[in-house]
């Protein structure tokens, strides 16, 4: 199975400061087809998972250009380039390469 | 839009069983990988199973596999997951969630529903 490890675990961002969260894999997640198999997801407090970003950087529907994925292979970035209110919450990546699908442990995106 | 909404969660006993269900509308279900997910209380996101458009290919977690069954009506529009011999380590809400994009993006979600397995 493929491990999934993002850090920090804990990110305290000032509204209209940046974010940043890494996000690496036990194996890499590029496909013969040159695609890395990478999902990035929030989870706001009380709610369900939403989709951000697939394919290590395409904004899913509706994302806004704020949120940005970036990296190949085994190693990846989440930047927010300025958070809002809206964003606090729990982001995890996600590798869609095979299954088992797993998830990262989670970097809870906080008020600081 | 894309509507999932899941139902039959509960209070089982351990070593119970208990069926899950998620209606969908707003796509074209028969067309679509489907999913389960799920996060225990205070923890992070675990996947479940996956399901091809005329189930014809089933994937599970290890931890699951040998109890779990997943399955689909495409005449319904529903997603099911039959579990059995539940343990307490399976209490979590459970998610059911469309596939898309690339294959195996998790692109819509439901609300969730809560298993809670304890004596």
């Known amino acids: 199975d493929i491990v999934m490890t993002q850090s920090p675990l804990s990110l305290p961002v000032t509204p209209g400061e940046p974010a940043s969260i890494s996000c690496r894999s036990s194996q890499s997640l590029l496909n013969r087809n040159g695609y890395n198999y990478l999902d990035w997801y929030l989870q706001k407090p009380g709610q369900s998972p939403l989709l951000l970003i697939y394919?290590?950087?395409r904004r899913a529907s509706g994302v806004p250009d704020r949120f940005s994925g970036s990296g190949s292979g085994t190693d990846f970035t989440l930047k927010i380039s300025r958070v809002e209110a809206e964003d606090f919450g729990v982001y995890y990546c996600m590798q869609a390469l095979q299954v088992p699908l797993t998830f990262g442990g989670g970097t809870k995106v906080e008020i600081k | 839009e894309v509507q999932l909404v899941e139902s039959g969660g509960g209070l089982v006993q351990p070593g119970g069983s208990l069926r899950l269900s998620c209606a969908a509308s707003?796509?074209?279900?028969?067309?679509?990988?489907m999913s389960w997910v799920r996060q225990a209380p205070g923890k992070g996101l675990e996947w479940v199973a996956n399901?091809?458009?005329?189930?014809?290919?089933?994937y599970y977690v290890d931890s699951v596999k040998g109890r779990f069954t997943i399955s689909r009506d495409n005449a319904k529009n529903s997603l099911y997951l039959q579990m059995n011999s539940l343990r307490a380590e399976d209490t979590a809400v459970f998610y059911c969630?469309?596939?898309?994009?690339?294959?195996?993006?998790?692109?819509?979600w439901g609300r969730g529903t809560m298993v809670t397995v304890s004596s």
């Open positions: 707003g796509f074209t279900f028969s067309t679509s990988w």
């Open positions: 399901i091809k458009q005329d189930g014809s290919e089933k």
């Open positions: 969630a469309k596939l898309g994009y690339s294959g195996f993006d998790l692109v819509n």
């Open positions: 394919l290590g950087s």
